[in-house]
């Protein structure tokens, strides 16, 4: 069964800081994905991020990064000089390889992020 | 824009009544998907289904069922409603690949049972 946890319920940070954001799965298919989506207070899902298993290259997409590490299951995110727009709840999922391609999500982090 | 359409956005109705969500997926997406989002079990996956045929289930209840008709559009009918069951429901599609696919949300469904 796949499990993805987010320990971090809520935090809370000042505009312009750094801000982490921990995931981590459990799986045991050997092909899996891991995603990560936002869901500011007007209440959408929206896609941030997908990564492939098998490939573990971090990635930067503006003030967003990523750090997949497979061998400790992590999939982190961070917000690098945070924006009060940045306020919202952030979800981890993982879904199975084909033919299932469903997601199980994570009980998500509430950022919320003070001017 | 995701390109997932979810109609209606809001809906109140009271207990025991039965409601028709509907769901337009992303233009060539085959793959349509159900989630329930609540405060208590955060967001639930609920069904699936892969152009017109039910391709997975998870937690759906049997007061709930759903299809998926030829023009790939999808409909999640809830009947004999339950306070519980208010929640916000979303609707997501994706092109099912060999290399993987990306899941596009819409912007859900706010359903209140009074």
């Known amino acids: 069964a796949q499990k993805v946890t987010q320990a971090q319920t809520e935090i809370s940070v000042v505009e312009k800081e750094d801000v982490t954001l921990d995931c981590v799965y459990e799986t045991r298919d050997t092909t899996y994905y891991l995603f990560w989506y936002k869901q500011p207070p007007s209440g959408e899902l929206v896609f941030l991020i997908r990564r492939n298993s098998f490939d573990e290259q971090n990635e930067i997409s503006g003030r967003y990064s990523w750090n997949f590490q497979k061998s400790t299951s992590s999939f982190n995110f961070t917000i690098t000089a945070s924006q009060v727009v940045d306020s919202a709840v952030y979800f981890c999922?993982?879904?199975?390889?084909?033919?299932?391609?469903?997601?199980?999500f994570g009980a998500g982090t509430t950022v919320t992020v003070r001017a | 824009d995701s390109g997932v359409t979810q109609t209606p956005k809001h809906l109140i109705t009271a207990t025991g009544q039965r409601v028709t969500l509907r769901c337009s997926p992303r233009s060539g997406d085959l793959s349509v998907y159900w989630y329930q989002q609540s405060l208590d079990q955060g967001l639930q996956f609920l069904i699936q289904y892969y152009n017109g045929e039910e391709r997975a289930k998870g937690n759906i209840l049997e007061r709930f069922s759903a299809q998926q008709f030829p023009d790939l559009h999808s409909e999640l009918n809830l009947s004999s409603l339950e306070l519980g069951d208010s929640a916000l429901y979303f609707c997501?599609?994706?092109?099912?690949?060999?290399?993987?696919?990306?899941?596009?949300f819409g912007e859900g469904s706010w359903l209140t049972v009074v």
């Open positions: 999922a993982l879904s199975e390889a084909p033919p299932d391609y469903k997601l199980s």
């Open positions: 997501a599609s994706s092109t099912s690949g060999l290399s993987g696919n990306t899941i596009y």
